[in-house]
């Protein structure tokens, strides 16, 4: 049963770049897209992007001119990157495995808060 | 503001039966899949339902999905005081080339 799990700093500062790995256990990144998702406190989820195992990317169009996505099929894990950050940018991350309407699993999510 | 629109909170006594809408448009739900999920306080979202209607392994058959033009609705019978969650509906928006969720509806069982 695949499992995902979000890591990364917890605290960014503003115009700062924010960093997240998720590790995928108990099977291999495979024909699927990988997904980042986000969840402001209190809020509802916002799609950020996904990458596929070929490397191709698709991102949110609010948020394309700042977040760059990679894959390293050899370490089992993906990344989010997403920079000049604001206190907009605080909410809890997760990532996803899915297809193009779907997401399943999700990893437990990692609070990220921007604050110098 | 989300591209699909959901009732910010519906409520139902046990044992009764509730549904959740999710409207959208002919760019997203009138184009693609829908699917939905449950989120616990706390917790990850959890997949309750995808390409519409069909209910991965494991979901009890008392959630169940349908889609309608630009609209999708979850329903839930025999409602039980752990179904107490937010919900939330996504797919896929061919205009944007991106993921969409609905704003997540909260429900409370009386």
């Known amino acids: 049963q695949v499992q995902l799990q979000e890591s990364g700093p917890g605290l960014v500062k503003p115009s700062e770049t924010l960093s997240l790995t998720c590790i995928v256990s108990?099977?291999?990144?495979?024909?699927?897209?990988w997904s980042w998702i986000r969840q402001p406190a209190g809020k509802g989820l916002e799609w950020i992007g996904r990458?596929?195992?070929?490397?191709?990317?698709d991102y949110n169009p609010s948020l394309k001119s700042r977040v760059t996505m990679s894959i390293d099929m050899s370490k089992n894990q993906f990344s989010l990157k997403l920079s000049s950050v604001t206190a907009a940018d605080t909410a809890v991350y997760f990532c996803?495995?899915?297809?193009?309407?779907?997401?399943?699993?999700w990893g437990q999510g990692t609070l990220v808060t921007v604050s110098s | 503001q989300s591209m699909l629109t959901q009732p910010p909170s519906v409520s139902a006594a046990p044992g009764q039966k509730v549904t959740i809408s999710c409207s959208g448009s002919?760019?997203?739900?009138?184009?693609?899949?829908v699917s939905w999920y449950q989120q616990l306080p706390g917790r990850a979202p959890k997949f309750l339902i995808f390409?519409?209607?069909r209910r991965p392994s494991g979901i009890p058959d008392r959630f169940s999905g349908s889609k309608s033009g630009t609209s999708a609705t979850l329903a839930i019978t025999g409602l039980q005081t752990g179904d107490e969650a937010d919900y939330y509906c996504?797919?896929?928006?061919?205009?944007?080339?991106?993921?969409?969720f609905g704003g997540g509806t909260k429900l409370t069982v009386l």
């Open positions: 996803s495995r899915g297809w193009i309407t779907w997401f399943d699993p």
């Open positions: 108990g099977g291999s990144i495979d024909n699927y897209y």
């Open positions: 990458i596929y195992i070929n490397g191709n990317t």
């Open positions: 002919s760019s997203n739900i009138g184009k693609n899949y």
């Open positions: 390409d519409n209607s």
């Open positions: 996504g797919t896929w928006d061919s205009s944007l080339n991106g993921g969409v």
